[in-house]
């Protein structure tokens, strides 16, 4: 049964992104805001096929933490379900860093490409960093919420990764207040699997943590404290804790 599920869901993303990516050619005269709306219905879609199709229900706590003003949301990765949820249930839009690469990708990489996020040149070195200094001031300037995960890939549960300094630094340097967001979405969703698991997901937000005075060793560390600190809440038996 969990193969046909999957495989069933795998088939729904299929079938339903190509449409997708065509009509984000179509509307791409439209205004971005209205771009973004529709184009999140897609991974919004995602969302409620994992829910329907694999069992993947989710919550989310600690709403009241998400501010009303510019932010950079700083989160746990763990698997392909975050990446969903993100564009789809963040209160304003949100721009993922990542690898221009992805622009060449069919269907998926065409409607990311007509969003204008955070595309950065690795074979920049380190003008890439720069190139998401610039950027992403742009887009927090626009109103929008930057997302990076800091730990670069996506981590197993009950493991951690290095945190890196990317996100710290464009907070601090943009004098932007970060988001710190802990999930255990890999629990249902490991990484690289075909086959998911039915449960339920916590998306955990955490209070919103001002960088004014910090340097970005400091910023990552508060950052990584908070996140890898929730992440022992949320299943403390991956510790030995439960």
């Known amino acids: 049964m969990a193969v046909l599920r999957a495989t069933l869901y795998q088939l729904f993303l299929v079938v339903t992104v190509i449409p997708y990516a065509i009509a984000c050619v179509l509307w791409s005269p439209l205004p971005l805001h209205w771009r973004y709306r529709l184009t999140a219905g897609w991974p919004r879609l995602g969302v409620w096929g994992a829910r329907t ?64 996020m955070i595309p950065i040149d690795r074979s920049k070195g380190r003008d890439a960093f720069e190139q998401v200094i610039r950027i992403g001031q742009d887009r927090i300037n626009e109103g929008r919420w930057p997302l990076l995960f800091p730990e670069g890939t996506r981590i197993p549960p009950g493991k951690e990764g290095r945190y890196k300094m990317g996100g710290a630094l464009l907070a601090v340097r943009t004098g932007t207040p970060v988001i710190p967001v802990a999930h255990n979405a890999g629990e249902c969703w490991p990484r690289k699997a075909f086959i998911k698991k039915p449960g339920l997901v916590t998306v955990s937000i955490g209070p919103v943590i001002d ?29 030995g804790l439960g």
């Open 211 to 239: 960088p004014a005075g910090m340097d970005a060793a400091e910023l990552n560390q508060k950052v990584r404290d908070w996140i890898e600190g929730e992440m022992r809440v949320l299943n403390p038996e991956r510790y």
């Open 53 to 116: 199709i694999l069992g993947i229900k989710w919550q989310l706590k600690g709403a009241e933490n998400l501010p009303d003003g510019p932010a950079i949301i700083l989160s746990k990765h763990q698997s392909a379900w975050e990446t969903f949820f993100f564009p789809a249930y963040m209160p304003r839009e949100v721009c993922f860093v990542y690898k221009k690469e992805l622009h060449w990708l069919p269907f998926f990489g065409w409607g990311l490409a007509l969003l204008r």
